[in-house]
């Protein structure tokens, strides 16, 4: 539909790619002429075979589910972001049962933000502590939103989490020792537009030291559009370019850097199918 937007060396990726974090209820559709079943399809149309829609409220979370029921190929994920003040505080009970739901496969996205958060942030932590709970009571990963806030986070994980709990640290941006603690863990580190901008060294340096057995794609559309669509909206079919850059940054070819990361996938969100 809008192949004429995609650069001229545009690959399609032969085995399918997996965008793992997305919100598809902020996308811009103006594109689409409103209709997200079409910017679906163009991202299916590079072969993305699955999304990951995120809860980020509960104000919305009806809205997020229901995308999820619509679209086979889209899952969903149930929490209140750490930078969310306003939003209803969610109970312990209300995320499991939120979590029962057949088309959810994790917990979150929740975590701390010292980076952007401003004054006494015990409520982050309270938050995250409710989430962390949620995870084990479900089984069900936890995706994590960390920024400036890395003893504190791998502190809670561990400490609260109690070796039953596994995830992905989200639109990773933080520090080699942090990725390696976090592995320890049981969770992935995943990998978004970001690792294209001119400034990510430090985060190239971060996907090259790690093995590809622990990285995730993502786009956190509507956000952080890769290069070459930096400073427009970003969509579900621009993560062929994240992992295109890791292909590149690890020496991989982009069909080994899809399979593996599709791969790491389902075996860490099991509730998910292909």
Request: net charge negative; proline share 5%; glycine share 6%.
């Amino acid at each position: 539909m809008l192949a004429d937007t995609l650069p001229p060396d545009s690959r399609l990726v032969e085995f399918p790619l997996v965008d793992s974090h997305c919100h598809l209820d902020k996308l811009d559709l103006a594109p689409y002429d409103g209709d997200l079943s079409a910017a679906l399809q163009a991202a299916f149309a590079r072969h993305i075979s699955h999304v990951v829609c995120i809860g980020i409220d509960l104000e919305n979370i009806t809205t997020v589910l229901n995308i999820a029921q619509q679209f086979p190929a889209v899952f969903a994920s149930v929490g209140v972001h750490p930078l969310y003040r306003e939003s209803r505080e969610p109970t312990l009970g209300e995320l499991v049962e939120l979590g029962a739901h057949p088309k959810v496969i994790a917990i979150g996205e929740t975590g701390l933000d010292y980076f952007y958060g401003d004054g006494d942030l015990q409520w982050q932590r309270d938050r995250f502590l409710i989430h962390i709970d949620a995870a084990r009571q479900t089984g069900l990963p936890l995706i994590i939103h960390s920024r400036g806030a890395k003893e504190d986070t791998l502190a809670f994980l561990r400490e609260r989490g109690a070796g039953e709990v596994r995830g992905v640290m989200h639109c990773f941006t933080e520090d080699l020792d942090m990725a390696k603690r976090a592995i320890d863990l049981g969770f992935l580190i995943s990998i978004s537009g970001i690792v294209t901008f001119r400034n990510a060294d430090e985060l190239r340096a971060v996907v090259k030291a790690l093995p590809l057995d622990r990285l995730l794609v993502e786009t956190d559309a509507p956000w952080l559009a890769p290069i070459p669509y930096r400073g427009k909206s970003n969509e579900p079919r621009y993560v062929v370019e994240v992992a295109q850059k890791v292909a590149e940054i690890k020496g991989e070819t982009l069909e080994a850097v899809a399979r593996q990361t599709t791969d790491n996938f389902f075996n860490l969100f099991s509730r998910a199918t292909r």
